[in-house]
């Protein structure tokens, strides 16, 4: 997969970029991260990316100008799904990252200031958020997006069931997980789990699972229940 940000803060992603998953991912060449700093774009002696507001008001708004002219060149060298990053987005969820690790090339935009002018949306495919939350701009929500989907890209996990395995990908949250050692400081790891009886563990591990879901995130389950009533219930 390639992925190219646009960003007036490029140097933001380095070192997640070079670090762990992300890291290994883009040495294996599994996730190809190029960065790209939207003042390139910019036509003025100041690389100017933002004026004041038509109608007045409070800060900055992202000129329409190097956006168009980024996406135009990025866009010519090849198709790409184009996502902006922004607060008033459509929610960002596993099954959106799922979605998403299946395209062979991403542009995710990041908006600063206030906003950026309405007219850059006519370029976009999709506005995303991660959450009912104002950042400061989209390069924490590009880094997020970017990490979940980057762990579904087939290769880039090291145990091909760590990813289907956990929370979410069966619309549950996970099961507890338990190490060595069987007791620590007088807790102690259930017994089925030293069993030695797959069968029993497995049950276990979908009763702990179900049970969480039902006492932390019960609208999961509701989304679970309305998924699969619906007419192309997934198998
Ligand atoms: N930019 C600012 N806030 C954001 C959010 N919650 N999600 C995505 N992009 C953002």
Redesign the pocket.
């Known amino acids: 997969m390639l992925v190219d940000i646009v960003t007036i803060f490029p140097g933001f992603f380095a070192s997640p970029l070079a670090t762990g998953l992300l890291g290994k991912a883009g040495e294996r060449g599994l996730v190809e991260v190029r960065l790209h700093d939207l003042r390139d774009w910019a036509t003025d002696r100041h690389r100017s990316v933002d004026d004041a507001p038509f109608g007045g008001g409070a800060g900055m708004v992202m000129v329409p100008g190097p956006w168009f002219d980024a996406l135009d060149e990025l866009e010519a060298q090849g198709p790409a799904r184009v996502v902006l990053?922004?607060?008033d987005?459509r929610r960002?969820d596993h099954k959106v990252a799922q979605r998403l690790a299946a395209e062979p090339r991403l542009i995710l935009c990041c908006?600063r200031y206030e906003g950026i002018d309405e007219r850059v949306r006519t370029r976009v495919d999709e506005v995303?958020?991660?959450?009912?939350?104002?950042?400061?701009?989209?390069e924490?929500?590009?880094l997020v997006v970017l990490e979940a989907v980057a762990r579904l890209v087939p290769g880039v996990m090291g145990n091909a069931d760590s990813a289907t395995d956990e929370s979410f990908a069966a619309g549950l949250l996970e099961y507890p997980q338990y190490t060595r050692p069987a007791v620590y400081r007088g807790l102690e790891v259930p017994a089925v789990l030293r069993s030695g009886d797959h069968g029993a563990v497995a049950r276990w591990r979908r009763d702990q699972a179900l049970d969480r879901t039902r006492r932390l995130r019960p609208d999961l389950l509701e989304q679970a229940e309305e998924d699969a009533d619906g007419p192309q219930a997934p198998g």
Do not use: E, R
Not at 128 to 138: R, Y
């Open positions: 990053l922004a607060p987005g960002f908006g995303l958020s991660i959450g009912d939350f104002v950042l400061a701009g989209g924490t929500a590009a």
